[in-house]
């Protein structure tokens, strides 16, 4: 299926968010609120947060399993990863890990508070490319077009922040490009290519996620969610850690006809070495309070669901997904954004 233009997903999200009907979620959400109306501890805003968490773990658990398949029995693919670093596929399986128990465990809070979760089973539609290693299990995400966001880089090395509309550039230009082998008998270019579209997109996963919770936590009322959140959410930027760690390791690439570049980071080890976040303005700018080192973006505009669940798209993540799945999470973001503190 051809990728939509971004334009086009925007809309698409739009309308997502408009369509709460979808496969029953407006029902759901109603339910919610039924539900949470009778508790005194627990809002329905709380439990549209968990709802739209549950979504995001499900995607993450989805492309991790992808991953992992991968550099488990896929010995090209694997050898192409730890030419960057020997460690990233301990990383790349610890993180499946780590995800899967996010899913796992805010499904089984929110069915032991009464609450049905949100029914993904439906669309698990996407077949995974017939290469070594990778089950032929139908996938939720789609890692064969990925145009992958690397502004992180910058911006975590400087004091920008997109709170407050900083622009970060693009350190490398990963367009359209597969982050997973799309056929067998690749050349070792070609592999080593994917293996850092791979690496790019492990990192900017992660820091997404952890800006995701980050944000969440001042509308949340209840005090299991919160620590649920608080709890789940710095795993996110552990990741991200030690993700972008092995990009000090890259010595470049350039596809043979030169439209693909990566930088060379291991020849400037001060800069790639650099992994903590640099000081930035917070809360907020113009001298008003000094630097602060934290995670950036927090804010609902650029960090929440739907700004999530937009750039999701716009990565071509879910490239062949249907309608229905982006009514769906568009339902399901607009309700997470909508929360606020003691809110009902």
Request: hydrophobic residues 40%; contains cysteine; aromatic residues 8%.
């Amino acid at each position: 299926m051809e990728k939509i233009d971004s334009k086009a997903r925007r809309d698409v999200l739009k309308a997502g968010a408009m369509a709460g009907a979808a496969l029953g979620l407006g029902s759901l959400i109603t339910d919610d609120r039924a539900y949470a109306a009778g508790k005194s501890n627990i809002t329905a805003d709380d439990i549209a947060i968990l709802q739209f968490l549950r979504v995001a773990e499900a995607l993450e658990t989805d492309l991790w399993e992808q991953y992992t398949e991968l550099v488990e029995n896929n010995p090209g693919y694997a050898a192409a990863i730890k030419d960057v670093d020997p460690a990233l596929a301990q990383w790349i399986m610890d993180t499946v890990r780590d995800e899967r128990s996010h899913y796992t465990f805010i499904t089984a809070y929110l069915e032991s508070i009464g609450v049905t979760p949100a029914d993904l089973s439906g669309f698990y539609t996407l077949p995974p490319p017939p290469v070594d290693g990778l089950a032929p299990t139908l996938r939720l995400t789609n890692l064969t077009d990925l145009t992958v966001n690397t502004n992180w880089y910058a911006r975590y090395r400087t004091s920008a922040n997109p709170d407050f509309g900083d622009q970060s550039p693009q350190i490398a230009n990963i367009v359209n490009l597969p982050a997973i082998p799309t056929q067998n008998g690749l050349d070792a270019g070609t592999l080593k290519q994917i293996a850092y579209t791979s690496i790019f997109h492990f990192a900017s996963i992660e820091q997404g996620g952890a800006s995701l919770y980050t944000q969440f936590l001042p509308k949340i009322t209840n005090l299991d969610v919160l620590r649920i959140v608080a709890g789940i959410g710095p795993t996110e930027a552990i990741h991200f850690g030690v993700f972008q760690t092995a990009l000090g390791r890259m010595d470049g690439y350039t596809s043979p006809d030169g439209t693909v570049m990566f930088p060379n980071l291991s020849n400037n080890r001060q800069l790639s070495f650099s992994v903590m976040p640099a000081p930035c303005n917070f809360l907020k700018t113009g001298g008003a309070l000094p630097l602060n080192s934290v995670i950036r973006p927090s804010s609902t505009p650029v960090a929440g669901a739907v700004a999530a669940a937009t750039g999701l798209t716009n990565s071509g993540l879910f490239t062949g997904q249907s309608q229905a799945f982006f009514n769906a999470a568009g339902a399901l973001a607009t309700a997470a954004d909508a929360a606020k503190r003691g809110h009902s």
